[in-house]
C-alpha cells in the first residue's frame, strides 16, 4: 500500500504542485525503499530538489550545477567506518550531474545515488549487517529558477512494519462451563513487527488487565531478521451474569491484536464461544411451582374444603327463606 499526497500552488491559470508518493508500511527486511516526488512548475526551469527527513536535509537535486562539483558527504559515523573497513574513502565524487546526500542528524538516511534523481529517490535500510530505521516524515521541496523561484513542497509518513498473516490463536479452551468455574485462556499472536498487542473481550466489553497475564515477547528482533510472537493470559471466574439470557445461554470470546505505532494496520481478531453446561441450564431455567411443598399443599386442600362449605351454608340458607 502506498501513500499519496499532493500540494499546489496557482500562479495564474497554472497549477504548480508537488506530490509525494512513499509505501505506507515498509518491511524492514527489504533492501531499498523508493521514495518519488512527482512535480509541476507550470513551465519553469528547474533550480533544485531537495528531500528532508524530519525536517533535515538529506538529499538535493540541483540541474544547473556542474557534473562532478557536488560531493556526496560523509553520513554518519557508523556509515564512516563501514566505509574504512571496505578501504573507501568518506566521501567521493558523484558522476550523475547534480546530486547530493548529506547527514541527518538524528540517524542515518542512506542514499543510494546513482539511482536517484529529480523524481525520485532511493534509501537503503542495511548497511553492512547494520538494519537502519527509515521510519519518518519524508518532505520533498521542489523550487523553481529564477526570477521567481517558487516552491512546491509535500510530505508523507513512512512506517516501518511486519504485518501479521494470520488471526491471533485462543489455546486452552473448552466449550461447556459450570457457573463458579474459572475460565483458564491463552492467546498467542501471530509473528509480526513491531510485537503485537493483545486484549480479551467478553461479550464485547474488554476484560480488565487485572484479570490478565502478558507474558515475555518470543523472538530477537527485527536485526536478527526475525519477527516475535507474544502470549496473553486470561483467568476469570464465570458467574450466572457472563452467560447471555438466551436459550443457549453463551459467553462470546474474543482475542484482539494490533500493532502498535503502525497507522493502517488491521487489526485481527480471533472469536470463540462456550456454552454453560447443561446441568446448570436446567438449574438456571427451572421456576418455583406453585404449592410445591406439603405445608402448602395442606392449605390449599383446607382452603377448597372452606369455599366448599360456604355454598353449601348459602345454598341452605337460601332454601330456608323460600
Known amino acids: 500500500m502506498e501513500l499519496s499526497f499532493r500540494s499546489s500552488l496557482v500562479d495564474g491559470e497554472c ?7 512513499v509505501p505506507a508500511i515498509v518491511d524492514p527486511r ?16 528547474l533550480y533544485s530538489v531537495t528531500w528532508l527527513k524530519d525536517g533535515n536535509e538529506f538529499f538535493r537535486y540541483m540541474p544547473s550545477a556542474m557534473p562532478g562539483k557536488l560531493q556526496q558527504q560523509q553520513q554518519n559515523s557508523e556509515q564512516n567506518q563501514y566505509k ?12 550523475s550531474p547534480a546530486a547530493a546526500a548529506f547527514n541527518v542528524h538524528d540517524g542515518v538516511v542512506q542514499v543510494e545515488l546513482s539511482e536517484s534523481n529529480d523524481k525520485r529517490v532511493v534509501i537503503r535500510q542495511h548497511l553492512g549487517d547494520k538494519w537502519i530505521n527509515v521510519t519518518g516524515s519524508y518532505g520533498c521541496q521542489v523550487s523553481g529558477e529564477s526570477p521567481k ?12 512494519g511486519i504485518l501479521p498473516q494470520r488471526d ?6 473448552r466449550e461447556h462451563y459450570d457457573i463458579g468455574e474459572t475460565l483458564d485462556a491463552q492467546c498467542i499472536s501471530a509473528p509480526s513487527y513491531p510485537t503485537a498487542q493483545l486484549s480479551f473481550l467478553v461479550n464485547g466489553r474488554e476484560v480488565e488487565k487485572s484479570l490478565t497475564t502478558e507474558f515475555p515477547s518470543v523472538g530477537s528482533g527485527v536485526e536478527g531478521s526475525l519477527v516475535s510472537t507474544t502470549r496473553l493470559g486470561l483467568s ?3 458467574s450466572d451474569q457472563d452467560f447471555t439470557a438466551t436459550s443457549a445461554r453463551s459467553l462470546h470470546l474474543v482475542c484482539r491484536s494490533i500493532l502498535p505505532g503502525i497507522p493502517g494496520a488491521k487489526a485481527r481478531e480471533t472469536k470463540a464461544i462456550i456454552y454453560l453446561s447443561a446441568s446448570n441450564q436446567k438449574l438456571a431455567q427451572e421456576a418455583p411451582t406453585p404449592f410445591s411443598s406439603r405445608a402448602d399443599t ?6 377448597k374444603l372452606f369455599l366448599f362449605y360456604t355454598v353449601i351454608l348459602v345454598l341452605f ?4 327463606v323460600l
Open 15 to 21: 497549477s504548480k504542485f508537488a506530490e509525494v508518493k
Open 30 to 45: 527489504e533492501e531499498k525503499v523508493i521514495l518519488e516526488c512527482n512535480y509541476n512548475l507550470g513551465g519553469e526551469q
Open 84 to 95: 574504512q573497513k571496505q578501504s573507501l574513502s568518506s566521501s567521493r565524487v558523484v558522476d
Open 149 to 160: 523561484f517558487d516552491i512546491v513542497y509535500d510530505e508523507a509518513v513512512i512506517n516501518v
Open 168 to 173: 491471533p490463536v485462543i489455546e486452552n479452551l
Open 236 to 238: 476469570m471466574s464465570l
Open 298 to 303: 395442606n392449605s390449599h386442600h383446607h382452603y
Open 317 to 320: 340458607n337460601f332454601n330456608s
